[in-house]
């Protein structure tokens, strides 16, 4: 497996390389501020004691706050924190949000934890770095495996041990809990802005247009819905399990159901009528991602397009709605054969922007409504997307770089001096 970090500086250098930036501002802008590295043990319902170990990486606050989910996957690393780390702070700089860039993970495979575990391993952890949060230094938020709950034992945990009420420590909340409206669906929806903006410009009839979604959870899951619902056809779906192909056509909805009752997308072949389902194949997630379709949407993990399998992806635009699904050796070749490729820190920042309105109003003590927060994201999205084609025209590079250029550029303006 390619180091993701890795991969994140080389995405930087790539993009420094077209700024004026000197060699000492670019190794601040790479360096990651502070690792949290936390061991913490937790009684399970069988009655053993298990350590886990979890990860909180500040990367840079000199834009605001560090700003960034936690993970919970059994595959959390220290190197795969940083690059995600690393990510956020280029994210909130290309939506122009005043917040820095950090995450966190903690490993463990919560599909197989009970509720009771979970909530004793997210206390357990909000204890591991209280000092480390709050809100306005560092401000968490949902991520793969994470949901508002959680989020909701970090604030209560929080506020229990500082003795503050702290709704601006952590955004993606639910909404009884201090959450926004439209937090939910954010990640999606800001990635249908920037499908739709990048359609427009590949001059592509959006109707019938069909997809690829690998991932069905918080993210892919309710963008194919949401794209369903536009007249994009679904034609291949993955979860962690499997994938299933049919170019007929899938009814998100009615595969969420399946797979709900099924346990994995790959036990379900249903389509949106009946008589398709036999022409449904079942398929690995890697097999999935080469399947022929318009748009690719890895919304997963990361390195998923690389260099071995990059020359055989067939669509004309790819959206990521993940973080860091594409090596730099794979963006080589997607480039040599014109496929556009929308970046994760443009095409997933739907999420965090919202979580922004979420803090906002938290610090406020305000209350948006649903259609005013989505008519923000809206406007958020449409103009990040706007900007970076604009730098991706004047540069003649891909829209990877020119989103890089102008968060490296918007981070300068920042610096602060060093001592
Ligand atoms: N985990 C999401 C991301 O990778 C959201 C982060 C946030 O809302 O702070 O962008």
């Known amino acids: 497996m390619p180091s993701a970090y890795e991969n994140a500086l080389k995405q930087i250098d790539k993009a420094a390389a077209l700024t004026k930036v000197d060699s000492e501002t670019l190794a601040r802008i790479k360096s990651v501020n502070k690792i949290v590295q936390v061991e913490f043990p937790i009684v399970l319902d069988s009655g053993k004691t298990k350590i886990f170990q979890a990860y909180r ?5 000199w834009r605001g706050p560090y700003k960034g989910g936690i993970r919970y996957h059994w595959n959390v690393d220290l190197d795969e924190v940083k690059a995600l780390a690393t990510w956020m702070t280029l994210k909130c700089a290309v939506l122009d949000l005043p917040m820095g860039g950090g995450k966190g993970g903690v490993i463990v495979d919560p599909r ?3 509720k009771s575990e979970l909530e004793k391993i997210s206390r357990a952890f909000a204890r591991a770095i209280v000092t480390d949060i709050g809100p306005e230094v560092d401000v968490p938020a949902p991520d793969v495996y994470t949901t508002p709950e959680i989020m909701g034992w970090i604030r209560d945990e929080y506020e229990k041990i500082t003795s503050t009420s702290a709704p601006a420590l952590i955004t993606g909340k639910k909404v009884e809990n201090g959450g926004s409206e439209g937090r939910d669906i954010a990640t999606a929806q800001g990635g ?5 903006e990048a359609v427009k410009k590949l001059k592509l009839n959006a109707k019938g247009l069909r997809v690829v979604i690998q991932g069905f959870g918080n993210a892919g899951g309710v963008m194919a819905r949401l794209l369903f619902e536009q007249g994009y056809k679904i034609v291949g779906i993955a979860d962690s399990k499997g994938a299933i192909y049919n ?3 899938f009814e998100p909805k009615l595969v969420y159901s399946c797979k709900l009752e099924k346990g994995a997308v790959n036990n379900c072949s249903i389509t949106l009528h009946e008589d398709n389902a036999k022409n449904t194949v079942h398929l690995s997630n890697e097999e ?10 890895p919304a997963a993990l ?3 397009i690389t260099g071995q399998n990059a020359d055989r992806i067939k669509a004309k635009l790819i959206v990521e709605l993940a973080n860091g699904p594409t090596t730099t050796g794979a963006d080589r070749i997607l480039r040599e054969k014109g496929i556009m490729v929308a970046p994760d820190i443009l095409a997933n920042a739907g999420g965090v922007t919202v979580s922004y309105f979420e803090w906002l109003q938290n610090k406020r003590d305000e209350k948006w409504s649903k259609e005013d927060v989505l008519q923000k994201l809206e406007e958020k999205m449409v103009a990040a997307f706007a900007a970076v084609y604009e730098k991706a025209q ?4 891909d829209l990877r770089r020119a ?10 303006k920042a610096m602060p001096k060093s001592a």
């Open 192 to 196: 249908v802005h920037v499908l739709n």
């Open 57 to 61: 990486v500040q990367h840079n606050n």
């Open 403 to 412: 989103a890089g250029v102008l968060a490296i550029e918007r981070l300068v």
């Open 302 to 304: 990361e390195n998923q």
């Open 112 to 114: 197989d934890c009970s």
């Open 247 to 249: 170019p007929d056509g």
């Open 394 to 397: 004047e540069l003649d590079v």
């Open 288 to 297: 999935l991602l080469e399947q022929d379709c318009d748009i690719l949407i």
